[in-house]
């Protein structure tokens, strides 16, 4: 292949990417930096505490200190280097703090990502409800299974108080961070997604992941969306999930299974590792998300055979 053409393609497939990539980049900014900020008031003026006050004993029944709750509600509005950073704070022991973990790893992000899967396919009700399913569900299984003992001994939330204008301006650092990462994410993923169409590397994907796909009761279209919201998440992944569906190689069919899989179990690499830094141990927070996962889709397809034949 000469230089030049080489270099054109290349060049073509950037170009084509970027306007996709600075839309997309801009659609999750918008939903983002709202968001967010609302939470940081709502936690700073103690609203998330309230609020978990009274869900504290719906974690007991699982063995969980009443801490657990303030974790949990804050994950499901924020992400998980929150978590990370107030299990840190608040010295978990591993077994508690683990269970916890696997519940947020699941749970996270619930406003932003939701608007994700109602623009690929999906109810946001139905993908609210299994996520928080899906947690406690795993939650009781961990409890099950886990060698050990929950812990009695309470634990509470402690934390300094800062003002306003500082937890504001640690707001704001923290939301050009995060812009700055969407901008950057968005792009090059859907300028490698562009490359890989452009020189024909998708189908050395597809194949080899073929049998992974069947197992998971996912089609083969949702293949490469499936590689890169368990490599990166699904907030940053949504890009390739959108324009998969708008150039309609997924049907919003194939997207909502595929929705049903990911809401579960995504970001398997960075999420995970996060929680190396507490001593936790990487197999626990990744195998329970992924049958919970295996479970969904496959729930989902007996639902949808049974409404289609009547039994």
């Keep these: 292949m000469p230089e030049n053409d080489l270099s054109g393609r290349i060049r073509k497939s950037v ?3 970027l306007p996709k990539g600075l839309k997309t980049a801009w659609w999750l900014i918008k939903i983002t930096v709202p968001v967010s900020l ?4 709502l936690d700073h003026y103690g609203i998330l505490s309230l609020v978990a006050g ?3 004993p ?3 029944r699982l063995g969980l200190p009443g801490a657990s709750a303030v974790v949990f509600i804050t994950s499901i509005f924020t992400n998980i280097y929150s978590v990370v950073a107030i299990l840190a704070m608040l010295d978990f022991p591993l077994r508690e703090g683990t269970i916890l973990a696997v519940m947020c790893l699941i749970s996270h992000g619930f406003l932003i990502e939701s608007a994700v899967m109602k623009r690929t396919g999906s109810s946001v009700m139905r ?4 996520r928080l399913g899906s947690s406690f569900l795993a939650a009781w299984l961990l409890n099950m299974v ?8 309470p634990i509470s939330v402690a934390g300094p108080g800062i003002t306003l204008v500082q937890a504001l301006m640690h707001w704001l650092s923290s939301i050009t961070a995060t812009v700055l990462k969407i901008l950057v994410l968005v792009n090059i993923l859907l300028i490698a997604q562009q490359l890989m169409e452009e020189f024909g590397w998708i189908s050395a994907i597809n194949k080899p992941l073929g049998p992974v796909m069947k197992i998971f009761g996912l ?3 949702a293949t490469l969306s499936w590689v890169v919201a368990n490599l990166i998440g699904l907030a940053y992944g949504s890009a390739i999930m959108i324009d998969q569906r708008e150039k309609g190689r997924m049907s919003r069919s194939d997207a909502d299974l595929l929705n049903h899989h990911v809401a ?11 929680f190396l830094t507490l001593g936790y141990a990487l197999h626990w927070l990744i195998w329970p998300r992924i049958l919970m996962g295996w479970l969904a889709v496959w729930v989902r397809k007996l639902e949808l055979h049974v409404l289609r034949t009547g039994r």
């Design 58 to 60: 719906l974690f007991s």
């Design 127 to 130: 993908m609210v409800f299994l």
């Design 219 to 221: 089609p083969r279209s």
């Design 38 to 41: 609302s939470v940081m008031l």
């Design 15 to 17: 170009m084509t990417a």
């Design 146 to 153: 886990m060698p050990g003992a929950m812990s009695e001994v």
């Design 54 to 56: 009274y869900t504290s």
């Design 264 to 274: 579960v179990s995504h970001s398997q690499l960075e999420d995970p590792l996060l």
